[in-house]
C-alpha cells in the first residue's frame, strides 16, 4: 500500500519539477549567472543549462522506475527508492527556483532562502541513511 502511494506521489513530484524547470527556464537571460567563484561570476548560456538539468531530471527518475521494475529486491526498497526520488526532485524544485529567482529583475533577500536549500538537502541525506535502520527494522521484524 505504501508503495503505491510513493509512486503516486513521486510521479507527482516529476511533474512539478519539469512544470517548474519549464517555467524557470521561460524567465531565465541568455548567460545565467550561477555562482561567485573569487569575485568573479560563474555563468552559463541557458540551453546548456536546461538540457543539463533536463538530463539530470530524466536520469535519476529513469533510475527509479529501472531500479523498481528489475532490480529492486523488496517492496520496502523499492518504496524507500521511490521516497529517495521525491526527496531528490523537491531539491531540483528547490534548486532551480533559487537560479531562477537570482537571475530575475527583482529584489529579494537571498540570506532567506539559505535555510530552505540546506533543509533540502538535509531531507535527501537523512532519507539517504534511513535505509540501513530500515533493513535492520525489517530484518528484525521478519526473524520475531
Do not use: C
Amino acid at each position: 500500500m505504501i508503495l503505491k502511494i510513493f509512486k503516486a506521489v513521486w510521479f507527482v513530484s516529476l511533474l512539478a519539477v519539469l512544470a517548474n524547470l519549464f517555467y524557470v527556464y521561460a524567465g531565465l537571460p541568455e548567460q545565467v549567472q550561477l555562482f561567485t567563484s573569487g569575485g568573479e561570476w560563474v555563468e552559463a548560456g541557458k540551453e546548456p543549462l536546461f538540457y543539463t538539468a533536463m538530463v539530470t531530471i530524466g536520469v535519476f527518475n529513469l533510475l527509479v522506475y529501472l531500479f523498481s521494475v528489475n532490480v529492486a529486491p523488496s517492496e520496502t526498497f523499492r518504496s524507500w527508492l521511490h521516497g529517495q526520488i521525491i526527496t531528490l526532485n523537491i531539491f531540483f524544485i528547490i534548486t532551480l527556483s533559487l537560479i531562477g529567482l537570482y537571475n530575475s529583475a527583482e529584489h529579494f533577500d537571498y540570506s532567506r532562502i539559505g535555510g530552505i536549500v540546506y533543509a533540502s538537502v538535509a531531507l535527501v541525506l537523512v532519507w539517504a541513511l534511513s535505509w540501513p535502520f530500515i533493513w535492520l527494522w525489517q530484518n528484525a521484524k521478519l526473524k520475531k
